[in-house]
Each structure stands twice: as structure tokens, then as C-alpha cells.
């Protein structure tokens, strides 16, 4: 008969701070008088990551191991996953970062930018797993446009890869804005985020201490005054 399983996290006094050691280059190059290019490189080596082990499963009451004792989950009424908080994992990031900016013409411009980035752990995080996790690929693509003076119109399209340590699905929004200049002093904005889905989950709780939310499609109209 199946019994409820409870995970269990417990603190540590010894958990302490994460070190890094952090190694960027770039590069920027004017391609022409309307193209311009950045690139950069980064090498990121952590130590000491948080992340959670497991110490060991045990029946309630009387905590004994169903491992060892497997009758000991008859006389129980749930069956703790005990795990610690510690600071068990090594890791090394790498990758790169790629953006251009393109002026099309006086009423138009392109910007792109891309992002890549891999985590390695090290042979002593085996017993150990990252209760963070990051998108290993991102890019966005933005275009203004002034089809008329005083009249903007901005599109921005987004990619965040997948988060698998939090089970965050990968997603591509699009988001416009559109902005009137009606004079020196006032300017009137309006827009709709998240045009391509009703709602996108962007960050899950690597603790479940939260309760994940979704960010649904939205609609705004803002008025500025400037003196």
C-alpha cells in the first residue's frame, strides 16, 4: 500500500558563500558606418555551489531505513527523504555572447543579440545536485520604427532556452510598443506584452518555497509629462 513521501531539507551551519573566479574578453568592431558588432568570451569557475544531498530515507515514526528495514514502513504512516543544504558542488561555465547593431535608416533600426553558455560540474559533485540552473541558449531581436515623426513603433521577440534543474519549458515571446510624441512635454505610450501565448512561466522556486506563478499577456497605456 503506498505510503506519502516527504522530502525534508535541513540547514546546515556550516553552509557558507560560493567563490567565483571570473574571465571575460571582448571585442568591438564599426563593420560600416551603420553595422557595429560586439562579441565576448567568458570562463566562470565556481566552487562551493549550493546544492542538496541526500542523507537518507527513513520511515515515521521510528526512524529506521526501509532500506535496511523494509517491514519498518507497516507500522509508519509516511516515509522521510532526508536531504542537506551544502556547498558540495564545482562547476565551470563557458560561452559567448554575440550582439549587432544595425541603423537601417534615420527612421528605422535592428538590434540582435545572442548568448550561449555551457556548466560543467566537477567529479566531486556526483552525490550532489544544482538547485538553481540557468538557460544554456538565449537571444532577442528588436526593431524600431518612426513611420512619421512623433510616431514610434517598437517589436521586441524574444528565446530563453529551458531551464531542466527547475523544470522551466523553454519560451519565445514578442512584445510591441508604440509611443506618440504629441508635443515637447507630453508623449503618450501603449503596448501588449506577450503576444505569441496567453501565459508564460519564466522562474519555478528551486525549493518549491514558491508558488510558481505565470506571466499572462498584458496590455498597458501610459502618459508622460516632462518639465
Known amino acids: 500500500f503506498p505510503l506519502p513521501l516527504r522530502t525534508r531539507v535541513n540547514g546546515n ?3 557558507g558563500p560560493e567563490t567565483l573566479y571570473a574571465y571575460e574578453a571582448g571585442i568591438r568592431s564599426q ?3 551603420r553595422v557595429s558588432l560586439d562579441f565576448a568570451g567568458f570562463v566562470f569557475d565556481y566552487s562551493g555551489l549550493r546544492s542538496i544531498t541526500t ?3 527513513f520511515c515515521n515514526p521510528g526512524g529506521a531505513s526501509p532500506l535496511v528495514d ?3 514502513v507497516l507500522g509508519s504512516d509516511s516515509v522521510f527523504a532526508d536531504a542537506i543544504l551544502n556547498n558540495a558542488l564545482e562547476s565551470r561555465i563557458t560561452g559567448g555572447e554575440l550582439s549587432m547593431n544595425w541603423i537601417v535608416s534615420d527612421r528605422a533600426r535592428v538590434a540582435a543579440f545572442v548568448a550561449y553558455a555551457r556548466e560543467d560540474f566537477g567529479a ?3 552525490d550532489a545536485f544544482n538547485v538553481a540552473g540557468y538557460p544554456e541558449l538565449q537571444a532577442t531581436l528588436r526593431a524600431d520604427w518612426m513611420p512619421v515623426t512623433g510616431l514610434s513603433v517598437g517589436v521586441l521577440v524574444r528565446y530563453v532556452d529551458d531551464i531542466e534543474a527547475v523544470s522551466v519549458p523553454s519560451l519565445t515571446q514578442a512584445n510591441l510598443n508604440l509611443r506618440w510624441q504629441i508635443n515637447r512635454d507630453w508623449a503618450l505610450n501603449a503596448g501588449i506584452r506577450n503576444l505569441l501565448k496567453d501565459r508564460t512561466l519564466e522562474y519555478r522556486s ?5 508558488v510558481s506563478t505565470e506571466i499572462e499577456r498584458s496590455a498597458y497605456v501610459n502618459v508622460h509629462f516632462g518639465f
Do not use: Y
Open 70 to 72: 523494509p517491514l519498518c
Open 31 to 33: 563593420v560600416s558606418e
Open 206 to 210: 528551486e525549493l518549491s518555497d514558491i
Open 55 to 57: 542523507t537518507g530515507v
Open 13 to 15: 551551519p556550516e553552509f
Open 124 to 126: 566531486g559533485s556526483a
